[in-house]
Structure formats: C-alpha cells, structure tokens
C-alpha cells in the first residue's frame, strides 16, 4: 500500500500537500490572498475543519459550544495572521440524517456568538449527509493598513519569543470534563476555591478567545524605529508546536525560560502542569517573535504577556531547548504538541 497518512504525520502531509500551491501558502497559520494596495487591506483565508470524536464530543461541548470554538479556532488562525477585520465564514456542515435539528440549530447560535463578539457574519457554505458530524469553516479577514502579516518565517536570532497569555487550562478543563482529574481542595489562585478554578478551566476549553487585542497591541506598541517584522502564530496545537514551527521556519534554534513558561498559577500544584502547558493546545493564543525593544514595548502595553525565550543560531532548526541547558521533557525537542494521524 505504500506510506499511509499514519507514516507521514500532519507536519509532514502539510509539507507536501503544499507542494501543490504556490511557495509558501501552506507554511503560516492562513493565507494572503494577493498583494496590499493603497485602497486596500489584504485579504486573508482560513479553513479548518472540526470532527466529532476528534475534536467535540456531546460529553464535553454542547452544541453552541461547539459552534462558538469552530468560530474561534479559524478566527484564531486570521488573529495569528495579524488581521484586525474579520470579513465573515463558510460553514459546511455534514451530519447523519438522525442529527436533531437542535443540535445544529445550538451550532449555529454558537457560531453567530462568536462573530457578535468579534465582528464578521455568516457568508454561506454547504451541507451533507455523511456518517459522522463534522464543520468545514472557511474565515475571511483583513490585515491593517498599518502593519503586516504576522509570518513564521519572519523570525531572526536575537528576537524574544513572547507570549499573550496562560497556557494549559484549556487542557485541564478538558480532563475535568472527561473525568481525568479531581482538583485537590486548595489549588487555585489566592482567595479562588478548586470549584472555581474548575469553572474557569472548563470555561477556558469550551469558548476560547482569539487573541484580536494582542495584534491591536502589537500595532500600538511597535516602536517607530522599527519596519514591521513580527514571527509568529496561534498555540491551537500547543505551546512548544508553536515555538518550534516558528524556529523551524525561521531557521533557528529555540531555547525556552523553564522559570518563565506561561502557567496560570492555579495550576502550579499540579504534577501535569508543565507538560499541559507546554503540549496540551487550544489555548489559541499568540506565540511571537520580535526584536527585544517591540517585545519589552508590547509587555507594557497588554496585561498577560510573558517572555518565555529567545531564536538563536546554532542547532538543528526548530530544535528546542531550556535556557540553563536542562533536558527537554520527552524524548523529541521538535514539533510536538497535538498530531492528526499520529
């Protein structure tokens, strides 16, 4: 039968389904769809595709649920572009013909939830009967006239890599919702019962936000000094895919701040902490890498935001590796992270 998709693993399939389009347009987050004008702001796409038993399941995301993170995840992929505008989504939906109308009814609220809170609508798409439910969604938004796309490939030695946000909740409330884990009584920040955590943790997992206000920032922060040039992408697949992916794209080496990974400190207590921050994904923020005045620049500008590291020379591109020489956890220090086919 030859190598099957299992053999390949989804960065490998990527790159050679890439070889099918122009150089570069599978290699960022979404794509650029022709050239920036004076009239103009470019045009970004995006399509992802969410599958039951993959991605959802009715034990863990009820249907507005559902329609909120299929929003979210493409929305987070235009954000990671460095669009400010999102034009709107396709939706293609497929679904058994036993499927209740309230179940896809709840889908689309979910959806139209996601696009009131941050701006687009629904363009049109298609449906099917198929075997199993799956959303096909397409995204459209616009670059600002006063910044660029947001490249993996944009990454040069010396530029620190910064983080908007926490990571690993999303995981957590995943394994709460599945049954994994039971919060011991005192974890959570000061004053914050286990409960609570948990509310935040399943609510982290459930209506994850794409990070629109961290490209606003990276826009009002950028030095004048500086031409833009920001690396980056969204963290949908995990903390270190992302770091990795833009080392490897960038041709550099990454070395990480084992002291300054960006862990809510609810969940410092736990033992899974560090490997659900560093691998555990969605939590759909914004991993950049940009030159040390526009990343000390935009820490003062947007609450939340960490230095978890630096591009270096030297190494393997896309090797990984802890600032004070320490193993990496686990046996690969490239991309890893959530894998289709694997």
């Known amino acids: 039968m030859g190598e099957t998709l299992a053999d390949l693993g989804e960065w490998e399939l990527i790159r050679r389904l890439g070889a099918f389009a122009p150089p570069g347009q599978f290699a960022d987050d979404a794509a650029l769809l022709g050239r920036a004008t004076d009239s103009a702001e470019q045009l970004v796409v995006n399509s992802d595709v969410l599958v039951e038993g993959v991605h959802f399941s009715d034990a863990t995301t009820g249907p507005a649920d559902v329609g909120w993170r299929a929003a979210a995840a493409n929305l987070s992929d235009l954000a990671a572009m460095g669009c400010t505008e999102v034009v709107g989504l396709t939706v293609a939906l497929v679904a058994p013909g036993g499927t209740a109308w309230s179940w896809v009814e709840g889908v689309y609220e ?3 939830q996601a696009l009131a809170a941050h701006g687009g609508e629904i363009l049109g798409g298609d449906c099917s009967s198929g075997g199993q439910r799956l959303l096909a969604i397409t995204a459209l938004g616009r670059l600002s006239r006063d910044g660029g796309p947001i490249r993996r490939a944009d990454g040069q030695p010396g530029d620190l890599l910064v983080c908007t946000g926490p990571h690993g909740l999303s995981r957590l409330g995943l394994a709460l919702l599945q049954g994994e884990i039971q919060l011991p009584t005192g974890v959570g920040r000061e004053g914050e019962t286990a409960a609570a955590l948990a509310t935040r943790a399943i609510g982290a997992h459930r209506r994850p936000q794409p990070r629109f206000d961290a490209v606003h920032a990276l826009l009002t922060s950028r030095p004048a000094a500086l031409p833009w040039r920001v690396g980056g ?3 949908s697949d995990g903390l270190a895919a ?9 041709g550099c080496a990454a070395r990480l ?3 300054a990974l960006p862990l809510d400190p609810a969940m410092a207590a736990l033992p899974e902490a560090e490997r659900w921050c560093l691998d555990g994904g969605e939590d759909f923020e914004l991993v950049l890498a940009l ?4 990343a000390a620049a935009l820490l003062a500008t947007l609450p939340g935001t960490t ?4 591009l270096e020379t030297g190494g393997r591109a896309g090797h990984l590796g802890w600032s004070d020489g320490s193993p990496w956890p686990g046996a690969a220090s490239g991309i890893a992270g959530f894998q289709h086919f694997g």
């Open 233 to 235: 992408c969204d963290s």
């Open 291 to 294: 030159e040390p005045a526009w």
């Open 110 to 112: 979910g959806l139209q």
């Open 257 to 259: 701040d084992r002291h």
């Open 307 to 310: 230095v978890i590291g630096r």
């Open 242 to 250: 992302a770091v990795a992916a833009i080392a490897a794209a960038s």
